[in-house]
């Protein structure tokens, strides 16, 4: 693959090859199946690993969460949302109950085969994402506040409306400050 200029689509697209000349019962994927960074359009944005989907020309959408950065974890991701069944993903090695909602658990032998393919490949280029650092921020408050010096009553309103003029108390019908 190539090193320099190589994005995440990219890169799972060329590891699809050697993922199907590494395991034969994936010898099937071709141009039906695309692979793509993200949560997937129906999916939540819970602890969910992979997300199919079909499109109406029946090709298949494989979405790996952005919340991976492992090459052997996405890997692992990737052959078990590029596989359809249980039968097949037991034959890989994924553990469980294989579901489509289950969680991706592949066996030892697994893991260290994935590990050996993602040692061949370049490094998956993606840098670790902490949705915990984004999702705790609070967004702040764009409105300001006017106050009724004599009365104590408050408002908020926009810049935009500040600018036609300053409000006027709703109790005692006094200019308010911001």
């Not at 039906?32 to 499109?55: K, N």
């Amino acid at each position: 693959m190539p090193s320099h200029d190589t994005n995440r689509e990219a890169w799972l697209t060329a590891a699809l090859p050697h993922l199907a000349r590494r395991f034969p019962v994936l010898v099937d994927i071709d141009d039906d199946v695309r692979v793509s960074c993200g949560y997937g359009p129906r999916a939540s944005r819970r602890v969910r690993l992979v997300s199919v989907e079909w499109d109406t020309s029946g090709v298949r959408q494989v979405y790996v969460s952005p919340l991976l950065d492992s090459a052997p974890e996405v890997l692992a991701v990737l052959a078990y949302g590029v596989t359809s069944s249980r039968a097949v993903r037991r034959s890989l090695g994924f553990t469980g109950a294989c579901g489509d909602s289950d969680p991706v658990v592949p066996s030892p032998e697994l893991c260290e085969s994935l590990e050996a393919l993602a040692a061949m490949l370049d490094a998956y280029p993606h840098a670790h994402t902490d949705p915990s650092a984004t999702a705790s921020r609070v967004q702040s408050t764009r409105m300001l506040k006017a106050e009724c010096e004599p009365c104590g009553y408050i408002v908020r309103l926009s810049r935009t409306q500040l600018e036609r003029g300053a409000p006027l108390c709703g109790v005692c019908a006094r200019r308010m400050t911001v």
